[in-house]
């Protein structure tokens, strides 16, 4: 296809294909299923942070009226799952020890909820309790209460690497800064709770019905779990309320224990969490403490950069070492670093499990870098857009670790953000209490981390000229529903609507490594291109022998299909696919996959190139802070990105404004709080508090480079996650700016802030 043809369809506005019948309700969310003969699941959680079970006894829960099945962890073939084979570390149920508080460790199925809560309390568990491990920093030391035997330092994983010459390259700086950075553990404060519905026929096929991100990941990680092979699960995505990396990127106790239920019971069980439980145990961001150290030469030109950084984990491991490998990978995407020493740690602790949530560990890496660069350009008298733009990241540069950048507008993006958000005009002329502050980060395009980086997209051109189109890639909401479909609309000539995007089906639906990294519009996009260009080559095939035309010569546009120069000379695009079924007999398949350009990435020691493009971000944003109260206002906000090509500039921005309102609420106030036993406090929505609709800035101006990457679907690259990385720091250098106190420790909450300027003021 000649991409320099005039685009119907890539570009354009077009609205999410599901958000009617979300808005109205007609949606069918996993727990909006009833199945005929559906039964009800409930979890028995642990009350202790870390304890060794020595019984438990079911036989009056049993026996209560209206109890159909009870299972433990004994049921199950005790086999550890999870992503990497080096740290799994999880079981489907508890079996001996529980290491947090809410740990499953039994499960029921009962006719309804309320029996099913009631039989949990028949359900005798006798404790152990041991000595717990709360703090990362105290968990490390020896004699420490150690979560897992073979653990040594509570160590879940580490990624520590050395590129360059650190010694030389603070010996060549004219000036080096240190500091200390904190971040909090947040939620992905969802409004869908986890769901899922499971089935065990007598054939022995097992299905689970449910939101999962990943849909695939799931279904290794079940038949891992149960000890089957693949073949013998079935995975059906539900429509997905939001994302999240704990319940819809990996396998849960609760899938485990929705499908084995099934199996005691013969009937379907659905399990259905409490948003309580979600605040609970559900996955949280993970928490920081980051020394960082940055030397400088007297240009403000980096010579070395110094990293020190420890995550607290929680009890088990999920994705955390590609978690920790991250945080390094993402102090060095944005601008040049010559020398450089990462050393990064997660740990364990006697708490939930910490994950992957939206920018995965970027806007805490950014948090802590931008911070420390501005401290720098002060001390140097240097403007803080200049001392950016002489150290970003160019076009073809390569890192020391074989970190490889080919298209890159960074240097355009600060330059826009620049101009549009009038930072010469204002910086340090604005009134007192009022600041205006700019982050920066460069994010990741997909990855090629995990072992399932590959993309496949199958579709069927139907006799009414509707399209069917099949792929592995999960909507969380971020609109691959509506751009996939966008891509088939080009590529073949047709309207959107036309395209329908089912549901995965393991059964039915193409492999495919899920949503996660920024890299369904990337990866599967790519895939559905060339299984769009692939049915479109069978059509033009058999149009060319009707036109009488070459097939090089044939443009797919406006539903028909004619010869390039020649308009009149054509057919109508339904009435060919008729053609090509009825008379020639064909079945019209397109087969389409993609993986990317991208090295093998050794986590642990930081090498290799792990996406194959990087999308980049400057974000200014202006305050107006509240001496009496420290509450903050934001006023203005400017996002400038060079995100590729946006297929769908209505859903880009979309993206845009949610990344940043999300981060917002990071920044200012939102934290997960746990006392010194392990229990969380902000057990719900009345304690947890989220950014919500009324926090959007009323000004909020985003302005895309829209310069096109050669090797992305009709050159896009990513920005649903990376919008969002450099918020933290924006509106941290503005509150600086606006105050004159550099806060390190978040959330910068009225309270901090109220006394920091009063203590200033003394």
């Known amino acids: 296809m000649n991409e320099q043809e005039t685009l119907d369809v890539i570009g354009k506005p077009y609205p999410k294909k599901d958000a009617r019948i979300k808005v109205s309700g007609e949606c069918r969310f996993g727990g909006d299923i009833n199945v005929p003969g559906m039964l009800h699941g409930k979890l028995l959680r642990s009350p202790y942070p870390h304890a060794k079970i020595l019984s438990i006894d079911t036989s009056r829960a049993e026996k209560l009226k209206g109890v159909r099945a009870v299972v433990t962890g004994k049921d199950f073939p005790g086999i550890v799952y999870g992503n990497f084979a080096h740290t799994r570390d999880y079981l489907p149920l508890a079996i001996d020890r529980v290491r947090y508080i809410g740990e499953e460790v039994a499960a029921v199925a009962a006719v309804d909820e309320d029996t099913a809560w009631e039989a949990l309390d028949l359900i005798d568990v006798a404790y152990e309790p041991l000595p717990a491990a709360y703090d990362p920093e105290e968990a490390m030391k020896e004699g420490a209460p150690l979560l897992y035997d073979d653990k040594p330092g509570n160590i879940s994983c580490q990624s520590v690497w050395e590129f360059g010459d650190i010694q030389e390259g603070f010996k060549n700086a004219h000036l080096v800064k240190e500091d200390t950075y904190r971040t909090q553990a947040i939620k992905h404060g969802m409004l869908e709770t986890h769901t899922c519905i499971g089935y065990w026929e007598a054939t022995g096929k097992i299905t689970l019905e449910s939101a999962k991100q990943s849909p695939y990941v799931v279904w290794r990680q079940l038949a891992m779990g149960l ?5 013998q699960i079935r995975m059906k995505q539900t429509f997905v309320g939001a994302g999240n990396s704990g319940g819809k990127q990996e396998a849960m106790p609760m899938d485990f224990a929705a499908v084995m239920l099934a199996k005691k019971s013969g009937r379907p069980v659905r399990i259905v969490h409490t948003m309580e439980e979600v605040l609970t145990i559900g996955h949280m961001r993970h928490p920081f403490k980051i020394d960082l150290k940055v030397g400088v030469d007297k240009q403000g030109i980096i010579q070395a950069v110094d990293c020190y950084a420890i995550a607290d984990g929680g009890a088990h491991t999920s994705m955390g070492q590609l978690s920790i490998y991250l945080l390094g990978a993402f102090l060095m995407a944005t601008y040049k670093v010559p020398n450089v ?17 939206r920018g995965h560990c970027a806007p805490q890496a950014r948090f802590a870098f931008e911070g420390l660069l501005d401290d720098i350009a002060d001390e140097l008298g240097m403007d803080h857009f200049e001392i950016r733009k002489r150290n970003a990241i160019t076009p073809g540069y390569e890192g020391p670790n074989g970190f490889k950048v080919t298209t890159c507008g960074f240097r355009e993006v600060l330059d826009k953000a620049k101009e549009v958000s009038g930072w010469e005009e204002k910086k340090g002329k604005l009134p007192k209490y009022r600041g205006i502050g700019v982050g920066a980060a460069g994010f990741a395009t997909g990855a090629n981390i995990m072992g399932m980086s590959a993309c496949s997209a199958l579709l069927k051109v139907q006799e009414d000229g509707t399209v069917a189109l099949q792929s592995g890639a999960t909507d969380v909401g971020q609109g691959c529903d509506t751009v996939l ?14 395209v329908s995007f089912a549901l995965v089906d393991s059964d039915h639906t193409p492999i495919d490594g899920g949503t996660w990294g ?6 599967a996009g790519n895939a559905v291109k060339a299984a769009a260009l692939d049915a479109r080559a069978q059509l033009a095939q058999v149009a060319a022998e009707i036109l009488k035309a070459e097939e090089k010569d044939l443009i797919f546009k406006k539903k028909r299909v004619f010869v390039r120069g020649n308009p009149e000379q054509g057919i109508e695009f339904d009435r060919l696919v008729r053609h090509c079924q009825n008379r020639k007999g064909m079945i019209l398949l397109g087969r389409g996959y993609y993986n990317a350009p991208a090295d093998t990435v050794n986590h642990i020691a930081g090498t290799g190139n792990f996406t194959p493009t990087y999308s980049f971000y400057a974000q200014v944003c202006e305050v107006k802070v509240d001496p009496e109260t420290g509450q903050v206002e934001i006023v203005d906000m400017w996002t400038t990105h060079d995100g590729g090509r946006e297929l769908n500039p209505m859903l880009v921005r979309g993206q845009l404004i949610g990344s940043a309102v999300m981060h917002q609420g990071q920044a200012l106030f939102e934290n997960l709080i746990r ?13 947890y508090k989220m950014a919500t609709s009324m926090d959007i800035p ?10 096109p990457d050669p090797e992305g679907p009709f050159g896009a690259k990513e920005a649903g996650e990376g919008s969002g990385t450099p918020t933290l720091a924006a509106i941290a250098n503005a509150i600086r700016d606006a105050v004159g106190v550099r806060f390190t420790d978040l959330p910068m909450t009225p309270e901090k802030i109220y006394m920091a300027i009063h203590k200033k003021i003394r």
């Open 675 to 687: 006392d010194g036993k392990g229990r969380t406090l902000t057990s719900s929505f009345l304690d």
């Open 227 to 231: 000890g089957v092979k693949p073949h």
């Open 485 to 498: 479909p966008m891509i088939v609309a080009e590529v073949l000539g047709i309207e959107p609507d036309a």
């Open 341 to 357: 020493r990462y050393q990064g740690y997660r740990v364990y602790t006697n708490k939930g499990c910490a994950g992957a949530l």
């Open 698 to 707: 009323l000004n909020h101006e985003f302005y895309s480079m829209n310069m």
């Open 518 to 523: 920024s890299r369904v519009t990337f990866y």
